[in-house]
């Protein structure tokens, strides 16, 4: 066994790091998914009435032949950019009703009104069920339901 350490000791890797892709350097080319998400634009400006139909036709058929980035930045000239999605804005909803204290009142009313105060000993498993499970939630990030 000693004969190969000294023969791996002296031996260089076989596997280089490999490094980053150099940007490209002249005219970039273009795939067919490209080519179709250019289709839908003109499709979506065409359905605005941007352009007429003989204007969509002449651009689609010079989509489906571009074959670098330059034709298809061509055929979407002159339109406007794609527009970004919409965020819906949160609904903002009214909080929701504390479980735990309402439980905890309806508790001592019921004890109050029977007089079986060892009924506050169910405290505890109220605490248990309606008291972190929230507090969890809440710290989670997760909208309560």
Known sequence: MCHHRSYHRHREPAVEPLAAP??????????DADRERAVELLRGHAAAGRIDADEFEER???AYGARYAADLDLVLAE??????PRRHRARRTAPPLPLFPVAI????????????????????????VLGPR???RHHRGARPV
């Open 134 to 136: 929230r507090h969890y």
């Open 60 to 62: 689609l058929e010079r």
């Open 79 to 84: 339109l406007p950019p794609e527009p970004e």
């Open 22 to 31: 150099a940007p490209p350097r002249g005219p970039v080319r273009v795939g």
């Open 105 to 128: 009142a309806a508790l001592v009313v019921v004890a109050a009104l029977t007089g079986a105060w060892w009924l506050l000993w169910l405290i505890w498993p109220l605490a248990v």
